[in-house]
């Protein structure tokens, strides 16, 4: 099969911490070349049948996607969705609980900014952040640099948002996200395993470690193409797919002007020279979503 020479797997827009409307990050793949892209937003899926009802049968490739934060007793993961089906799903119930769970812990962290380092917002600031469908750090690190608490959203988070720790609020397991995208007719798939849930930099052992676990409980794929990946960590990535007979997938990360990254920028020039894990994931997710 002859596949789009660009796809991205990982593409994040406003319904969670991106800045792309379903409209503008369609024209931002068309501009970018994308053949097929997923939306992965974080802990919601809202944005994904938008997207599907704006494309025209002769446009490029839309695959359903979500990204569900996790973590259990051994550390942070985030797991990918693909090509699950629309409407009312255990995968749409698992993610009006976590939108859930980011509205409980914004507002905790608003308490601790107040009463630890005495940062306030106006009322109506506030309230649009909880309108938010996903609101979390990000968001509020943009209000900081609004009204003067840092210099910029990065220096908000790393310096102030990431010591204001949250206790006490729930969470999801790997395995109950697994469960639920299953459950829902999808693939899932470890999310820059390398990095653990973005923020880290794991040793290969406890790579080893997780997909082993992970797989045991239903993970069908890693993704191995990664804007952050270094050539040394696709290739471990590669060979962990081969290892473990899992697929293989392909994202940017793209968050529009929230990150610095580029819509397609997966370290693979073309698709027709990935790796057969990764053909053999595009094939399962058309043909799921055909």
Known sequence: MKYPAIID??????????????????????????????????????????????????????????????????????I????????????????????????????????????????????????????????????????????GFAASREEAIEKILNKAKVKGVGSITPQRAIYAILASGGIPVLAHAVFGD????????????????????????LECYYSGFSPKQQNLMLSMADQYDLLASAGSDYHGKNKMIFPGDTNLPDVNDADPHLQAFLDLCLSQTA
């Open 9 to 78: 797997m990982h593409m994040h827009t406003n319904a969670s911490d991106g800045t792309d409307t379903p409209e503008t990050i369609i024209q931002t793949v068309k501009d970018a070349g994308i053949g097929i892209f997923s939306a992965t937003d974080h802990d919601t899926v809202k944005n994904c049948a938008i997207i599907r009802s704006l494309l025209r049968e002769d446009d490029v490739r839309f695959i359903n996607g979500v990204e569900l934060s996790c973590r259990d007793d051994f550390g942070k993961y985030h």
């Open 80 to 147: 990918l969705g693909y090509a699950y089906r629309d409407g009312d799903s255990p995968l749409s119930e698992l993610t009006a609980y976590t939108h859930g769970l980011r509205v409980q812990k914004v507002r905790m962290r608003l308490e601790i900014l107040e009463k630890e380092y005495g940062i306030t917002f106006p009322q109506d600031e506030i309230d649009a952040l909880m309108q938010l469908n996903n609101p979390g750090k990000p968001h509020i690190g943009n209000l900081m640099v609004k009204y």
């Open 198 to 221: 973005g923020s880290q930099l794991l040793a290969e052992a406890e790579l080893h470690r997780r997909i082993r676990m992970l797989k045991e409980i239903g993970l069908k794929g």
